[in-house]
């Protein structure tokens, strides 16, 4: 029923930008967290940013100044805007959704994408 659909993934040169959008569709009463994690070839899945219902975000050491965590709460959707790409940026991207009420109160669920492939090119 609730389920996470990622776009915008691709193929990009070194120094080009892509825009990721993460729309969360279902019955949905409230989402607490919404954020990007990524998992490259060989290496463990690793957070790259986080942002609240409120608007506090948090971004891995590797990608600040570079990538930017947006939502849209009336949509469900959160966004990362990534600029300067690197090679090492390169992996699949998942969307997560912390804490998705179907309706009020304490309880929630976590949901994950399927993710989406970005790759960098040098």
């Known amino acids: 029923q609730v389920q996470l659909v990622e776009s915008g993934g691709g193929l990009v040169q070194a120094g080009g930008s892509l825009r990721l959008s993460c729309a969360a569709s279902?019955?949905?009463?409230?989402?607490?967290?919404m954020g990007w994690y990524r998992q490259a070839p060989g290496k463990q899945r690793e957070l790259v940013a986080t942002?609240?219902?409120?608007?506090?975000?948090n971004y891995a050491d590797s990608v600040k100044g570079r990538f930017t965590i947006s939502r849209d709460n009336a949509k469900n959707t959160v966004y990362l805007q990534m600029n300067s790409l690197k090679p090492e940026d390169t992996a699949v991207y998942y969307c997560?959704?912390?804490?998705?009420?179907?309706?009020?109160?304490?309880?929630?669920?976590?949901?994950w994408g399927k993710g989406t492939l970005v790759t960098v090119s040098s």
């Open positions: 279902g019955s949905i009463f409230s989402i607490n967290a």
């Open positions: 942002i609240t219902s409120g608007g506090s975000t």
């Open positions: 997560n959704a912390d804490r998705v009420r179907l309706v009020p109160g304490n309880y929630g669920m976590n949901y």
